[in-house]
């Protein structure tokens, strides 16, 4: 069965106080890594997707990076606007369905 | 360009009533998807469609839940016979195809008392 356990559940950082966010996974062949963010009260918004290990992404003060079990959500310089939570998900080859994990609460301190 | 929509953006019914909740694509994509996710955790996979078929309904918790795609654009998502553990935010997502990204709508927040 495909899992993904996201870890830590709850993370306050400073404003400018970098940090990452850890996802790990178990999936029978991988097609897909996905990493959502998610404002209270509304829909998951796409961020990255990662498909092979040893890819890495960056969008403004976020990378994604993936390993054959892991994938790290690293934020450089964090600022308030940046608190959300954030959800990483996994799809296995073939026609299967998003697997996501509980997510990571992430409140960043002005 | 618009987004995925919902309908209504939040839904009070009393146990055992019948609800009928929308999702509204984006233009031009052929794969829909039925998420619900509870308080504290992940969008959990309900359901999705190619086009007007139901392609993987192995989410669905049981018989009283059921969504439709009639014309391979609006969905549907129906619960008949509402029980409290219904309770929680209905997502809808679509993408181009099954392998491309799926965009999320804002969500239905259904409460049953």
């Known amino acids: 069965e495909d899992q993904v356990t996201q870890s830590p559940e709850a993370l306050r950082l400073q404003e400018g106080e970098s940090s990452s966010l850890n996802c790990s996974y178990t999936?029978?062949?991988?097609?897909?890594l996905f990493w959502y963010r998610q404002d209270p009260g509304k829909g998951p918004e796409f961020l990255f997707t990662?498909?092979?290990a040893g890819e890495e992404k960056e969008k403004e003060r976020l990378k994604a990076t993936l390993t054959k079990k892991e994938s790290f959500l690293h934020i450089t310089a964090p600022k308030p606007e940046d608190s959300a939570t954030y959800l990483c998900?996994?799809?296995?080859?073939?026609?299967?369905?998003?697997?996501f994990g509980k997510g990571t609460r992430l409140s960043v301190i002005a | 360009g618009a987004g995925v929509s919902q309908t209504p953006s939040n839904k009070v019914t009393e146990k055992g009533k019948y609800v009928e909740l929308r999702c509204d694509p984006i233009?031009?994509?052929?794969?829909l998807y039925w998420y619900r996710q509870s308080l504290g955790q992940g969008p959990e996979f309900l359901i999705y469609?190619?086009?007007?078929?139901?392609?993987?309904d192995s989410g669905l918790p049981n018989d009283r839940f059921f969504a439709v795609r009639p014309e391979g654009s609006v969905s549907t998502l129906k619960i008949q016979r509402t029980e409290r553990g219904d309770s929680a935010v209905y997502l809808c997502?679509?993408?181009?195809?099954?392998?491309?990204?799926?965009?999320f709508g804002p969500g239905t927040r259904l409460t049953v008392l």
């Open positions: 997502a679509s993408s181009r195809g099954h392998t491309d990204t799926q965009y």
């Open positions: 999936v029978s062949g991988l097609r897909g």
């Open positions: 990662l498909y092979s």
């Open positions: 998900a996994v799809q296995a080859r073939g026609n299967t369905p998003l697997v």
């Open positions: 233009s031009g994509h052929t794969a």
């Open positions: 469609f190619q086009g007007t078929g139901a392609a993987d």
